[in-house]
């Protein structure tokens, strides 16, 4: 004879609709009692999946007691856990990932997600033609959501958590040589925001950063800057914010040529404001539109391939400039730990990253020499 079932560990029987069924006595959760009910075609299906969930309470693993989809759960995820922890820009890319996982698994039970499902879901997206990195930010917060749905008690294990990673397929981002940044900066003299480019390319300033800052956080007698709010656009709407991260949030030296560029800024930016009269809105903003408002990002971009062409330099965006200013530290020969300092980078992995492409050509460089060295015929 088979063995007894223990108390509360249900049995199997089939319906009067052909399937066949368990419950599963779960005891009290939250302060109410739960069941679990496995229904299947075939006796040894609810067999099986009984016995998973046996195994799993004897491991001491959550069991799933609500029904619902990855859809709803997501739902949920985003505006639980989410939204009360995340700047709105970060948000805003969570929605716009959860948007983009959704019709691949989101009718999918959340407790019958399995590894697989995640990882076609992953080839489907890439297939659509997402970048390499749109396609690990899916599994990104699909893991980082699943592994709440984990502590909730919702599911056993966190099946994204099993996947593989797509690879890392990063293009090197654009950059300036010396000479194309010396093009850049003609083709800018005169410009509203002359001074802002001649920042970008020499501290590396965020194009968020560039656009927050403010006069207070500007000491020309000092010659230093503090970087202390971001401007970013957010559903259509411009707001002001905190920097990215701790790290972000610094001050920085101001070499003469950049104080004297914002000398000349401040005084053209008020006569811009003596024009404008009771339409300006006085923000503090050192970029500030032609109103004293926050100056979109959009603009700022069309301005800047505008000078692009000008200049007869590739098309690249404006977070390239500082990349560029980060070659240009490199070719230098200024450290990557003070270079992580000047750009705010939160691991110096970032910068190494971008400096890479530099070294790589400072090693050609010295394995040529080391050849030259020993290559050398003895002629005594």
């Known amino acids: 004879m088979g063995k007894r079932r223990g108390h509360g560990e249900g049995s199997i029987y089939q319906r009067q609709d052909g399937r066949w069924c368990t419950s599963i006595d779960l005891g009290y959760v939250n302060g109410k009692r739960k069941r679990k009910v496995i229904y299947g075609k075939t006796r040894k299906e609810v067999a099986e999946a009984l016995k998973v969930i046996l195994r799993d309470r004897q491991l001491g693993l959550p069991v799933a007691v609500e029904r619902q989809t990855v859809e709803q759960y997501l739902t949920r ?22 948007r983009r996982i959704v019709p691949h698994i989101g009718r999918v039970p959340l407790t019958k997600l399995t590894p697989q ?16 990195s749109s396609v ?14 984990v502590r909730w008690g919702l599911v056993p ?9 797509p690879n890392d397929e990063r293009k090197r981002p654009k950059v300036l040589t010396p000479q194309e940044a010396r ?6 003299r005169g410009e509203r925001f002359e001074a802002l480019y001649h920042i970008a390319l020499t501290l590396g300033l965020r194009q968020g950063e560039l656009l927050g800052l403010r006069w207070h956080d500007v000491d020309l007698a000092a010659g230093t800057i503090r970087i202390e709010q971001t401007v970013k656009m957010v559903r259509g709407k411009l707001i002001i914010q905190a920097p990215k991260t701790h790290r972000s949030r610094r001050t920085l030296p101001l070499p003469p040529t950049l104080i004297d560029q914002l000398h000349q800024h401040r005084m053209r930016q008020r006569v811009e404001q003596a024009q404008a009269g009771d339409r ?38 404006f977070h390239d400039l500082r990349h560029a200013c980060a070659t240009l530290l490199a070719a230098q020969g200024v450290p990557p730990r003070v270079a992580m300092e000047i750009l705010g980078h939160a691991h110096i992995s970032t910068t190494m990253n ?27």
């Not at 995820?77 to 959860?98: C, F, G, I, N």
């Open 77 to 98: 995820w985003l505006a639980d856990v989410a939204a009360p922890k995340v700047r709105p820009s970060t948000m805003q890319v969570y929605e716009e990932t959860v």
């Open 117 to 132: 499902d995640v990882q076609r879901m992953l080839q489907a997206i890439a297939a659509a033609g997402a970048a390499a």
């Open 136 to 149: 690990a930010r899916a599994r990104a917060v699909l893991r980082n959501a699943l592994g709440q749905a």
């Open 157 to 165: 294990r966190n099946v994204a958590a099993l996947t593989d990673a």
């Open 183 to 188: 093009r850049l900066l003609d083709a800018v």
């Open 280 to 317: 300006w809105q006085d923000h503090d903003l050192v970029f500030a539109s032609m109103v004293g408002t926050p100056t979109s990002p959009r603009n700022l971009l069309r301005s800047f391939w505008r000078i692009l062409e000008r200049a007869e330099l590739p098309h690249m965006r």
């Open 354 to 380: 971008i400096y890479t492409h530099v070294l790589d050509d400072s090693t050609k460089h010295a394995i040529v020499g080391m050849d030259a060295l020993f290559g050398m015929k003895d002629e005594s």
